[in-house]
Protein backbone atom coordinates (compact mmCIF):
# COMPACT_ATOMS: atom_id res chain seq x y z
CA UNK A 1 0.00 0.00 0.00
CA UNK A 2 0.92 3.79 0.16
CA UNK A 3 0.54 6.37 2.56
CA UNK A 4 -2.03 8.34 0.67
CA UNK A 5 -4.96 11.13 1.42
CA UNK A 6 -7.66 12.06 0.13
CA UNK A 7 -9.89 15.18 0.79
CA UNK A 8 -13.31 15.43 -1.29
CA UNK A 9 -15.75 17.90 -0.95
CA UNK A 10 -19.68 16.93 0.57
CA UNK A 11 -22.31 15.46 -1.75
CA UNK A 12 -24.31 18.19 -1.99
CA UNK A 13 -28.24 18.47 -2.69
CA UNK A 14 -29.08 14.98 -3.97
CA UNK A 15 -28.92 14.23 -8.03
CA UNK A 16 -32.11 15.29 -9.66
CA UNK A 17 -33.14 11.96 -11.71
CA UNK A 18 -35.15 11.95 -14.83
CA UNK A 19 -38.46 10.57 -14.12
CA UNK A 20 -40.58 9.61 -17.74
CA UNK A 21 -43.17 12.61 -16.63
CA UNK A 22 -44.07 14.62 -13.43
CA UNK A 23 -46.22 11.95 -12.03
CA UNK A 24 -48.39 14.56 -10.28
CA UNK A 25 -49.87 15.96 -13.26
CA UNK A 26 -51.42 12.67 -13.96
CA UNK A 27 -53.13 11.85 -10.18
CA UNK A 28 -54.89 9.14 -12.10
CA UNK A 29 -51.91 7.06 -13.54
CA UNK A 30 -50.38 4.04 -13.55
CA UNK A 31 -46.23 3.83 -13.92
CA UNK A 32 -44.44 1.20 -15.32
CA UNK A 33 -40.58 0.70 -15.26
CA UNK A 34 -38.46 -2.19 -16.72
CA UNK A 35 -34.88 -2.60 -18.43
CA UNK A 36 -33.74 -4.60 -21.41
CA UNK A 37 -32.69 -7.78 -21.47
CA UNK A 38 -29.86 -9.57 -23.49
CA UNK A 39 -31.14 -10.49 -26.32
CA UNK A 40 -34.78 -8.72 -25.62
CA UNK A 41 -35.85 -5.97 -27.51
CA UNK A 42 -37.97 -2.83 -26.55
CA UNK A 43 -41.46 -3.90 -28.05
CA UNK A 44 -40.68 -7.51 -26.23
CA UNK A 45 -39.57 -6.29 -23.23
CA UNK A 46 -42.75 -3.98 -23.10
CA UNK A 47 -45.23 -7.10 -24.05
CA UNK A 48 -43.32 -9.04 -20.87
CA UNK A 49 -44.66 -6.22 -19.06
CA UNK A 50 -48.13 -6.56 -20.38
CA UNK A 51 -48.34 -3.54 -22.09
CA UNK A 52 -50.77 -3.77 -24.97
CA UNK A 53 -49.75 -4.19 -29.01
CA UNK A 54 -51.62 -0.95 -29.80
CA UNK A 55 -49.36 0.89 -27.57
CA UNK A 56 -46.10 -0.57 -28.38
CA UNK A 57 -46.72 -0.06 -31.46
CA UNK A 58 -47.30 3.75 -30.90
CA UNK A 59 -44.43 4.01 -28.67
CA UNK A 60 -41.69 2.73 -31.45
CA UNK A 61 -43.32 4.48 -34.02
CA UNK A 62 -42.98 7.81 -31.88
CA UNK A 63 -39.89 7.11 -31.10
CA UNK A 64 -38.37 5.94 -34.25
CA UNK A 65 -37.40 9.59 -35.38
CA UNK A 66 -35.13 10.11 -32.97
CA UNK A 67 -33.73 6.89 -31.76
CA UNK A 68 -32.80 3.71 -34.20
CA UNK A 69 -33.80 0.67 -31.83
CA UNK A 70 -31.03 -1.45 -33.38
CA UNK A 71 -29.03 0.35 -30.89
CA UNK A 72 -30.73 -0.97 -27.94
CA UNK A 73 -28.44 -2.44 -25.20
CA UNK A 74 -28.99 -5.09 -22.27
CA UNK A 75 -29.47 -3.04 -18.74
CA UNK A 76 -31.13 -0.12 -21.13
CA UNK A 77 -34.10 1.23 -18.75
CA UNK A 78 -37.77 2.48 -19.68
CA UNK A 79 -40.51 3.64 -17.98
CA UNK A 80 -44.12 4.52 -19.04
CA UNK A 81 -46.65 6.41 -17.21
CA UNK A 82 -50.21 5.92 -18.52
CA UNK A 83 -53.52 7.04 -17.84
CA UNK A 84 -56.47 4.83 -15.87
CA UNK A 85 -57.72 3.86 -19.42
CA UNK A 86 -54.10 2.57 -20.46
CA UNK A 87 -53.87 5.68 -22.79
CA UNK A 88 -49.94 6.82 -22.94
CA UNK A 89 -49.17 9.97 -21.44
CA UNK A 90 -45.46 9.95 -21.53
CA UNK A 91 -42.36 7.50 -21.73
CA UNK A 92 -38.63 7.40 -21.07
CA UNK A 93 -35.96 4.76 -22.63
CA UNK A 94 -32.65 5.70 -20.87
CA UNK A 95 -30.03 4.77 -23.26
CA UNK A 96 -27.32 3.59 -21.84
CA UNK A 97 -26.32 6.48 -18.52
CA UNK A 98 -25.77 9.33 -20.73
CA UNK A 99 -28.90 9.72 -23.23
CA UNK A 100 -32.32 9.52 -22.51
CA UNK A 101 -35.25 9.92 -25.10
CA UNK A 102 -38.77 11.06 -24.13
CA UNK A 103 -42.82 11.08 -25.17
CA UNK A 104 -44.79 13.19 -23.52
CA UNK A 105 -48.60 13.59 -24.96
CA UNK A 106 -48.88 17.18 -26.36
CA UNK A 107 -52.32 19.25 -25.29
CA UNK A 108 -53.35 18.51 -29.25
CA UNK A 109 -52.71 14.55 -28.17
CA UNK A 110 -50.42 13.59 -30.39
CA UNK A 111 -47.08 11.36 -28.49
CA UNK A 112 -44.40 14.39 -28.96
CA UNK A 113 -40.57 12.36 -28.77
CA UNK A 114 -37.24 14.18 -27.80
CA UNK A 115 -33.76 13.25 -26.92
CA UNK A 116 -31.56 14.67 -23.97
CA UNK A 117 -28.86 14.75 -22.25
CA UNK A 118 -28.71 13.27 -18.53
CA UNK A 119 -27.50 15.60 -16.47
CA UNK A 120 -24.48 15.40 -14.41
CA UNK A 121 -23.02 16.78 -10.58
CA UNK A 122 -19.42 18.07 -11.06
CA UNK A 123 -17.72 17.53 -8.26
CA UNK A 124 -14.31 18.57 -7.73
CA UNK A 125 -11.57 16.30 -5.61
CA UNK A 126 -8.58 16.99 -4.01
CA UNK A 127 -6.57 13.62 -4.21
CA UNK A 128 -2.91 13.14 -2.76
CA UNK A 129 -0.33 10.60 -1.57
CA UNK A 130 3.37 9.27 -1.57
CA UNK A 131 4.44 6.65 -3.86
CA UNK A 132 5.49 3.25 -2.28
CA UNK A 133 5.97 1.54 -5.26
CA UNK A 134 4.22 3.27 -8.32
CA UNK A 135 2.00 6.20 -9.39
CA UNK A 136 -0.24 3.53 -11.05
CA UNK A 137 -0.65 1.64 -7.42
CA UNK A 138 -0.68 4.97 -5.65
CA UNK A 139 -4.10 6.31 -7.17
CA UNK A 140 -5.49 2.81 -7.39
CA UNK A 141 -5.32 2.36 -3.74
CA UNK A 142 -7.14 5.52 -3.08
CA UNK A 143 -10.01 3.81 -5.41
CA UNK A 144 -9.38 5.47 -8.28
CA UNK A 145 -9.51 4.25 -11.73
CA UNK A 146 -6.88 3.70 -14.23
CA UNK A 147 -7.60 6.50 -16.60
CA UNK A 148 -7.09 8.92 -13.90
CA UNK A 149 -3.26 7.64 -14.01
CA UNK A 150 -3.53 8.11 -17.03
CA UNK A 151 -4.46 11.73 -17.37
CA UNK A 152 -2.32 12.60 -14.56
CA UNK A 153 0.88 10.92 -16.01
CA UNK A 154 0.04 12.38 -19.65
CA UNK A 155 0.31 16.13 -18.39
CA UNK A 156 4.13 15.54 -17.58
CA UNK A 157 4.62 13.32 -20.03
CA UNK A 158 7.15 16.11 -22.08
CA UNK A 159 9.62 16.34 -18.84
CA UNK A 160 8.57 12.61 -16.52
CA UNK A 161 8.81 9.36 -17.46
CA UNK A 162 6.58 7.78 -14.72
CA UNK A 163 7.40 4.04 -15.64
CA UNK A 164 11.40 4.56 -15.32
CA UNK A 165 11.99 8.07 -12.97
CA UNK A 166 9.40 7.55 -10.44
CA UNK A 167 10.57 6.77 -6.64
CA UNK A 168 9.34 5.12 -3.11
CA UNK A 169 8.68 8.84 -1.29
CA UNK A 170 7.49 10.43 -4.58
CA UNK A 171 4.55 12.79 -3.75
CA UNK A 172 1.69 13.98 -6.02
CA UNK A 173 -0.98 16.25 -5.80
CA UNK A 174 -4.14 16.53 -8.68
CA UNK A 175 -7.31 18.87 -8.17
CA UNK A 176 -9.83 17.20 -10.75
CA UNK A 177 -13.93 16.79 -11.41
CA UNK A 178 -15.49 13.82 -11.04
CA UNK A 179 -19.05 13.39 -13.02
CA UNK A 180 -21.95 11.84 -11.24
CA UNK A 181 -25.55 10.98 -11.94
CA UNK A 182 -28.82 9.24 -10.06
CA UNK A 183 -27.07 6.17 -10.54
CA UNK A 184 -23.39 7.48 -8.77
CA UNK A 185 -19.71 8.48 -10.27
CA UNK A 186 -20.07 8.20 -14.96
CA UNK A 187 -16.64 9.66 -15.60
CA UNK A 188 -13.90 11.32 -14.54
CA UNK A 189 -14.28 15.19 -15.89
CA UNK A 190 -11.09 17.47 -16.58
CA UNK A 191 -8.08 17.72 -14.20
CA UNK A 192 -7.77 20.87 -13.06
CA UNK A 193 -4.26 21.13 -11.74
CA UNK A 194 -1.26 18.87 -10.77
CA UNK A 195 2.25 18.15 -8.74
CA UNK A 196 4.37 15.22 -8.80
CA UNK A 197 7.69 15.79 -6.31
CA UNK A 198 10.66 13.47 -6.86
CA UNK A 199 13.76 14.67 -5.19
CA UNK A 200 14.75 18.01 -5.70
CA UNK A 201 12.18 18.39 -8.28
CA UNK A 202 9.35 19.26 -8.83
CA UNK A 203 6.88 19.74 -11.56
CA UNK A 204 3.32 21.94 -11.50
CA UNK A 205 0.93 21.89 -14.12
CA UNK A 206 -2.40 24.36 -13.94
CA UNK A 207 -4.96 24.12 -16.60
CA UNK A 208 -6.42 27.15 -18.42
CA UNK A 209 -8.73 27.10 -21.04
CA UNK A 210 -9.10 30.69 -23.81
CA UNK A 211 -11.70 32.47 -24.94
CA UNK A 212 -12.38 30.20 -27.60
CA UNK A 213 -12.50 27.12 -25.97
CA UNK A 214 -8.72 25.80 -26.24
CA UNK A 215 -7.65 24.38 -22.83
CA UNK A 216 -4.18 23.23 -22.26
CA UNK A 217 -1.82 23.02 -19.13
CA UNK A 218 0.87 25.48 -18.06
CA UNK A 219 3.34 26.04 -15.53
CA UNK A 220 3.06 28.96 -12.49
CA UNK A 221 5.25 30.98 -14.98
CA UNK A 222 2.85 30.86 -18.12
CA UNK A 223 4.95 28.54 -20.10
CA UNK A 224 3.21 25.25 -21.52
CA UNK A 225 4.32 21.76 -20.19
CA UNK A 226 4.59 20.73 -24.14
CA UNK A 227 7.95 20.79 -25.48
CA UNK A 228 9.26 19.56 -28.96
CA UNK A 229 10.19 15.95 -27.70
CA UNK A 230 8.43 13.58 -24.97
CA UNK A 231 10.14 12.03 -22.46
CA UNK A 232 8.28 8.93 -21.95
CA UNK A 233 8.11 6.39 -24.83
CA UNK A 234 6.82 7.69 -27.73
CA UNK A 235 4.60 4.18 -28.59
CA UNK A 236 2.57 4.77 -24.86
CA UNK A 237 1.44 8.75 -25.86
CA UNK A 238 -0.27 10.63 -28.45
CA UNK A 239 0.95 14.09 -29.47
CA UNK A 240 -1.89 16.45 -29.60
CA UNK A 241 -1.83 18.01 -33.54
CA UNK A 242 -3.72 20.98 -32.41
CA UNK A 243 0.02 22.29 -30.99
CA UNK A 244 1.85 24.35 -32.63
CA UNK A 245 4.63 27.11 -31.88
CA UNK A 246 2.72 29.66 -33.76
CA UNK A 247 0.17 29.99 -31.28
CA UNK A 248 0.19 33.11 -29.44
CA UNK A 249 0.10 31.97 -25.21
CA UNK A 250 -3.34 32.57 -24.11
CA UNK A 251 -1.80 33.95 -20.85
CA UNK A 252 1.26 36.04 -21.95
CA UNK A 253 -0.32 36.73 -25.66
CA UNK A 254 3.11 35.98 -27.17
Known sequence: GADVIKIEPPTGDRLRSLPAAPVWLFPSSEILSGSIKRGSSLAQALSDHGVPSQSVHE???????????RRSRPGDLFSLVESADGEILSFEYRYGRETAYRI??????????????????????????????????AIRDL???????????DIFVWDFDFSRESRPGDEFRLIFEKRFDSQGFREYG??????????QRELLA??????????????PEGSSVRRTFLRAPVKYRRISSRFTKRRLHPILKR
Request: proline fraction near 1%; charged fraction near 25%.
Open 59 to 69: ITRALRGVFDF
Open 104 to 137: ERTDAGDLQASQEEVPTEARTVVLGGIIASSLFD
Open 143 to 153: DEGAELVQRFS
Open 190 to 199: QVLAASYRSG
Open 206 to 219: FYFEDEGGYGDYYT
